[in-house]
């Protein structure tokens, strides 16, 4: 079982619909990160949290640091959304990032 | 640009072959990673340096991998006798000394280098 479990995988929207991702960790963690990623390989980071919530423009991201759980919303979804968002972990001494696998979202016009 | 860069952003070379990626962080941070992606997957952490000392190794480092931060500042990342499955984009990330970061841990990524072994 993976440390950092994402749902879903693939998720395709209407333009304008709510998405939410998922994740779930099973380790201990300094913060819980939000990133997404371009075709061609860039990393942006788009949130780090340790407790409750966060707001940027449409997008939300929340932490449950009890259940080890943490979404991450998009209201009126646009195409410009498309691309894949991962979660990850920073664990350990280093603080080194444990990833989830990544949701592909396409959102379609 | 005070970003994080990589060169090569591309590299294609034939198995057996030795490659050398290099990273040069953002110029205040002495905090650097090295990761993994294979296609469809998320990153994996390979190895973590703190100013020039590795700190951390991945398993996943065998011992064709060797990674240096001479100096402290830019890094670099060696593979040795490829094999195919050393295809993967090679990632690098800088973090801000802890005393500047707090509890969180923001890293900043550079582009990547595709790595192709044929």
């Known amino acids: 079982k993976n440390e950092v479990e994402q749902s879903p995988q693939n998720l395709t929207a209407q333009e304008g619909e709510f998405i939410t991702i998922n994740c779930s960790y099973s380790?201990?963690?300094?913060?819980l990160h939000w990133l997404q990623q371009h075709p061609g390989g860039g990393i942006v980071s788009l949130f780090m949290l340790s407790s409750g919530k966060k707001k940027h423009g449409r997008l939300i991201a929340t932490i449950n640091i009890q259940e080890k759980h943490s979404s991450l919303h998009i209201t009126a979804s646009h195409p410009r959304d498309s691309a894949v968002y991962i979660c990850?972990?920073?664990?350990?001494?280093?603080?080194?990032?444990?990833f989830g696998t990544g949701t592909l979202l396409a959102v379609q016009p | 640009d005070t970003g994080v860069s990589q060169n090569p952003r591309h590299k294609i070379t034939k198995r057996g072959q030795n490659v050398t990626f290099r990273c040069d962080p953002i110029s205040e941070h002495n905090r650097l990673y090295w990761y993994r992606q294979t296609l469809g997957q998320g990153p994996e952490f390979l190895t973590y340096f703190q100013n020039e000392a590795q700190l951390e190794k991945s398993r996943l480092l065998s011992d064709r991998f060797s990674a240096e931060r001479p100096k402290g500042s830019f890094s670099t990342l060696e593979i040795q006798r490829t094999e195919q499955g050393d295809s993967a984009m090679y990632l690098c990330?800088?973090?801000?000394?802890?005393?500047?970061?707090?509890?969180?841990?923001?890293?900043?990524f550079g582009p990547g280098t595709r790595l192709t072994v044929l």
């Open positions: 990850a972990v920073s664990s350990g001494a280093t603080n080194k990032l444990i």
């Open positions: 380790v201990g963690i300094s913060a």
């Open positions: 990330a800088s973090s801000p000394p802890f005393r500047l970061a707090g509890v969180y841990n923001e890293q900043f």
